[in-house]
């Protein structure tokens, strides 16, 4: 009964380093979306996924690359790690068939891009 | 594009006083609100949310929320905050019928006791 896990929690890298944040659902939502929290910005959606192989950019997409082979998993990955990039990512999923589309948040990874 | 304004973005109460957090959105169609919380080092958190019907609708924990459609408002209250209700508060939206959500800049709210 886990729901949805984020890993890594927290993360350090480099500039220019590829990195992966991984986000795995256990109630077989359809939707799932990443975020971006940053201090005066709030929530800004990075990509989101209707179902498996189908994905769509959101409002913050660059840099950023998602797939969606598997329903349950929707990584995100930092091609190229920039400083900009610094910021706590949350995945959320989604079933709109059930209690009106409601988003079930996962518990963050914190990354910092040195 | 719809938009989300939260204009308070840091209030400080005492325990026992009433809180009301703003909240307006721009978009002219169907909407349906969310009020989502983060405690402290936590994730977000549904605390209640409007689809249809009675615009007054009640959430965990004794908070409620008005959404006046003429005023593209939706105001979070609670009538006796406490000292554990320090967190920051998301305002959102889904337009449309879609299922993204639009989400304002979040209120940082602390309740001192």
């Known amino acids: 009964d886990a729901g949805i896990t984020q890993s890594p929690r927290y993360k350090i890298t480099e500039t220019g380093r590829q990195v992966t944040l991984m986000c795995h659902q256990t109630?077989?939502?359809?939707?799932m979306f990443w975020y971006r929290q940053d201090l005066g910005h709030g929530l800004r959606l990075i990509y989101y996924?209707?179902?498996?192989?189908?994905?769509d950019k959101g409002e913050v997409p660059d840099g950023y690359v998602v797939s969606r082979s598997k329903t349950e998993n929707f990584p995100l990955t930092l091609e190229s790690a920039t400083r900009s990039q610094t910021s706590v990512y949350f995945c959320?999923?989604?079933?709109?068939?059930?209690?009106?589309?409601?988003?079930?948040f996962g518990p963050g990874t914190r990354l910092t891009v040195l | 594009a719809q938009s989300v304004s939260q204009h308070n973005h840091h209030v400080i109460l005492s325990e026992a006083a009433s809180l009301e957090l703003g909240c307006n959105y721009s978009?002219?169609?169907?909407?349906?609100l969310f009020w989502y919380v983060q405690y402290p080092g936590q994730h977000l958190q549904l605390l209640l949310k409007?689809?249809?019907?009675?615009?007054l609708v009640k959430g965990i924990k004794g908070f409620e929320a008005e959404f006046i459609k003429s005023k593209f408002s939706f105001n979070l209250r609670k009538p006796s905050v406490q000292w554990s209700d320090t967190a920051e508060y998301f305002c959102?939206?889904?337009?449309?019928?879609?299922?993204?959500?639009?989400f304002g800049t979040g209120t940082q709210l602390k309740v001192e006791l």
């Open positions: 959320a999923s989604s079933d709109p068939s059930g209690v009106q589309g409601e988003q079930f």
């Open positions: 109630w077989s939502h359809s939707y």
């Open positions: 996924s209707a179902a498996a192989d189908i994905t």
């Open positions: 978009y002219g169609g169907t909407v349906n």
């Open positions: 409007y689809f249809s019907g009675d615009p």
């Open positions: 959102a939206v889904r337009a449309g019928g879609g299922n993204k959500l639009t």
